[in-house]
């Protein structure tokens, strides 16, 4: 069972950066990000996909967000600037261990089977 483990939300004016951070117990194939907001599903935000050696973006963040993974660490990075407030969201990190999806991390949420707790991130205008 792999554990995730997020940190690094919190309250930020609208343009600035928060960087969030995902730790798994052990290494996994596939390491991302996902947003929801209450009454909404969950939306794939950035993930990786050969231990980081690709990275996929949702169109609504290229630009402004960047995924990157440490395999000494087992972590992913989201690295978020110039925050808008419709980007604020509770963030899940979410991994997968084998190589189920091919060479892509794709962005809709059903068949990862490992979620980190949600880390809240507010953007205030």
């Known amino acids: 069972q792999v554990q995730l483990v997020e940190s690094g939300g919190g309250l930020v004016q609208a343009g600035g950066s928060l960087r969030l951070s995902c730790t798994a117990s052990?290494?996994?194939?596939?390491m991302g990000w996902f947003r929801q907001v209450p009454g909404k599903g969950r939306e794939g935000v950035a993930g990786t996909y050969a231990g980081g050696a690709g990275k996929v973006y949702a169109d609504s963040v290229k630009g402004r967000f960047a995924v990157s993974q440490d395999n000494a660490k087992n972590t992913v990075y989201l690295q978020m600037d110039r925050l808008k407030p419709e980007d604020t969201a509770m963030y899940y990190c979410?991994?997968?261990?084998?190589?189920?999806?091919?060479?892509?991390?794709?962005?809709?949420?059903?068949?990862?089977?490992?979620w980190g707790q949600g880390t809240q991130v507010t953007v205030s205008s």
């Open positions: 979410a991994a997968e261990l084998n190589q189920k999806f091919g060479s892509w991390f794709p962005l809709h949420d059903y068949g990862y089977n490992y």
């Open positions: 052990e290494f996994t194939y596939y």
